[in-house]
C-alpha cells in the first residue's frame, strides 16, 4: 500500500468531506503517514497571500489534530505560490508515494482550462495522482465506490510503452489489496487488415505484462478508442479504480486533443489513479 500521502485541501466542501471519510479509510489499508498541505494561490491572492499564510496554517493544524485523534501520523503545511508546482515540490519533499485529490462533477474538465488541479498537477508531478471522482447528493457527496473498495479490481491499462512499467510499478504497491484486477489493452492502431493480426500480439504482450504482477488478473484486448474502451470496460467489469499512464505532451495539444488519460479523467465515473509517465 501507498504509505506517504500527500493531501492538497483548498477547504472547500468537497475537499474535507474527502479528507474525514477517505483518507482514514486509505489508513485502514495500511497507509502510515499524512501531509495535509494548502497552497495560497499567489496569481489569485497576490500581496494578500502574505497576510492569510498564518490563519490558514492554524486552521489546517486543526484538521490535522483532528485526523490525530483517530490515530492518524497528519503533518501540516501550507505554502505560497502556483499550486501544482508547490503540490509537485511538496509531494518530493515529504517523499510522498501517492498525491489524493478530489473533484465534483465535470469541474476537472472546466478547471483545465482555467489553468488548475487535477490535470496540470499530473503534468507538474511524478508522483501518481489519485483523483476520487465524486457527485453531489443532498447536502453531502458520494464516491462510486467506497474508499475502503478501491483497490480490490482495479482496471490497469497499458500501452506497452515504456511508461506501462510505471503503470505497472505503480499497481504493485497496492497488489495485496487486489482480488482479481482487470489488465486492458485497447487496439486502436493499424489497418483493418492488420487487426486480427494485432490483437494476437496484444494477447501475447498482455499474458507477459501479467507475469510483473502477483496478484490475479483478467485480461482483456479491446478493439476502438482507448479511453471508450477503458470507461466501458471498467463499468461492465465492475470495476473499482482505473489505472492510467499520463504520457507528457504540450498543455495546448492535451486541451485541444484531449489525450486518452485527459478523457478518461473527464468522462470516468470511478476514481482515476494517474501516474505520470515523463
Known sequence: MFERILYPTDFSDVSLHALRHCIPKLFK??????????VIDITVAELEAFELEEPYRKKLEKLAEELRELGINAKADVRIGIPSLEIAEASEEAKADLIVTPSVGENVWRQMFMGSTASNLARATKKPVLLLKYVKKDDSYELAVDCEELFRRPLVAVDFSKCSIKIIKTAKAFEELIDVGILLHSVDYGRIDELEH?????????????????????????????????????????????????????????LILGSTAERVMRDSKLPVLLVPCG
Open 29 to 38: 489499508l495500511g497507509a502510515k503517514e499524512l501531509h495535509l498541505l494548502h
Open 198 to 254: 494485432n490483437i494476437e500480439i496484444a494477447k501475447k504482450n498482455l499474458e507477459k505484462t501479467a507475469r510483473g504482477l502477483n496478484a490475479s488478473f483478467e485480461l482483456e484486448v479491446m478493439v476502438g478508442t482507448a479511453s471508450q474502451a477503458i470507461i466501458g470496460t471498467a463499468l461492465a467489469k465492475g470495476a473499482t479504480l482505473i489505472v492510467i499512464g499520463k504520457k507528457g505532451r504540450s498543455i495546448l495539444k492535451d
